[in-house]
T-cell receptor, first 111, second 112 residues
Framework: GESVGLHLPTLSVQEGDNSIINCAYS??????FIWYKQESGKGPQFIID?????DKRQGQRVTVLLNKTVKHLSLQIAATQPGDSAVYFC??????????FGTGTRLKVLA | KAGVTQTPRYLIKTRGQQVTLSCSPI?????VSWYQQTPGQGLQFLFE???????NKGNFPGRFSGRQFSNSRSEMNVSTLELGDSALYLC???????????FGPGTRLTVL
């Protein structure tokens, strides 16, 4: 599962800095959102999720913020490490058993 | 616990042919979803199966079909292949009632 992303926006961050990756979702009725990380040669990996009745959720080194007013999600990664280099996708629950994925952002961590 | 496995990992076909891809979910997972990933369109939902029944499908032509077996293993088939079908096909499984999907490594299909 290579990362497919020849046309992806890229965020370059210095190692140790915080990263913020943004995502706009399409359906105001979506009630559940997920952030995925896809490393080269692998399928997407679940990072963190959030339900629409929340506006913030924290995990280990990651925080997801949800702004339903403007249909916007962000993923914050604290103290970015080289192992965080990957493509990040947001996904929204677009109906029963169906998810719509964002186009993705490539995160590059600079040493 | 073994993860989601997909076979084959790489496949080359010519236009007009058909192809069948296989996905074995994590043991105990009964929901299997399929996605197509391309540089231009990103990750797009194809269909989802649970207990051998298709519960939802995306906006793909009828050339794309799938099925699920009683052991939860799933296959997807693409008939009359077109150049635009070249993509990474990803399978994801989840436990009944869970939103967390576990993805396999994908099958890279190239149509010449």
């Amino acid at each position: 599962g290579e990362s497919v992303g020849l046309h992806l926006p890229t965020l370059s961050v210095q190692e140790g800095d915080n990263s913020i990756i943004n995502c706009a979702y399409s359906n105001s009725a979506s009630d559940y959102f997920i952030w995925y990380k896809q490393e080269s040669g692998k399928g997407p990996q679940f990072i963190i999720d959030i339900r629409s009745n929340m506006d913030k959720r924290q995990g280990q080194r990651v925080t997801v913020l949800l702004n339903k007013t403007v249909k916007h999600l962000s993923l914050q990664i604290a103290a970015t490490q080289p192992g965080d280099s990957a493509v990040y996708f947001c996904a929204e629950n677009a109906g029963t058993y169906k998810y719509i994925f964002g186009t993705g952002t490539r995160l590059k961590v600079l040493a | 616990k073994a993860g989601v496995t997909q076979t084959p990992r790489y496949l080359i076909k010519t236009r007009g042919q058909q192809v069948t891809l296989s996905c074995s979910p994590i043991s105990g997972h009964r929901s299997v979803s399929w996605y197509q990933q391309t540089p231009g369109q990103g990750l797009q939902f194809l269909f989802e199966y649970f207990s051998e029944t298709q519960r939802n499908k995306g906006n793909f032509p009828g050339r794309f079909s799938g099925r699920q077996f009683s052991n939860s293993r799933s296959e997807m088939n693409v008939s009359t292949l077109e150049l635009g079908d070249s993509a990474l096909y990803l399978c994801a499984s989840s436990l009944s009632g869970s939103n967390e999907q576990f993805f396999g490594p994908g099958t890279r299909l190239t149509v010449l």
